[in-house]
Nanobody
Framework: QLQLVESGGDLVEPGGSLRLSCVVS????????IGWFRQVPGKGRKGIVC????????NYAESVEGRFTASRDIAKNTVYLQMNSLKTEDTGVYYC?????????????????WGQGTQVTVSS
């Protein structure tokens, strides 16, 4: 069974940086499209970054374009999210998810295998 474990969330001041990691086990990273999703209280999980399954295409939500950079290390079965110039509106629980495809909208019911999430709080 595919398992994903996120880490790296923290409290950071506006303008700061964080790097999130997501380790995948029980399967091969290269067999899945991987996404980073963010959830804020009262709302669903919304995609902010999606890798295509072959890793040839990475799509970013407009809200994070130019500030966030996603990468993956196939050998380590790990994906990363480097977050720079953080804003208060980036606060939320960040999840990584694996499925055959990935989109940047709100996650539909039954979509993907999810990690437990990691909290990112941007506040002064």
């Amino acid at each position: 069974q595919l398992q994903l474990v996120e880490s790296g969330g923290d409290l950071v001041e506006p303008g700061g940086s964080l790097r999130l990691s997501c380790v995948v086990s029980g399967g091969t990273l290269a067999d899945y499209a991987i996404g980073w999703f963010r959830q804020v209280p009262g709302k669903g999980r919304k995609g902010i970054v999606c890798f295509s399954k072959d890793g040839g295409r990475t799509n970013y939500a407009e809200s994070v374009e130019g500030r966030f950079t996603a990468s993956r290390d196939i050998a380590k079965n790990t994906v990363y999210l480097q977050m720079n110039s953080l804003k208060t509106e980036d606060t939320g629980v960040y999840y990584c998810v694996a499925d055959l495809v990935c989109g940047l909208g709100y996650a539909p019911p039954g979509f993907g295998s999810w990690g437990q999430g990691t909290q990112v709080t941007v506040s002064s």
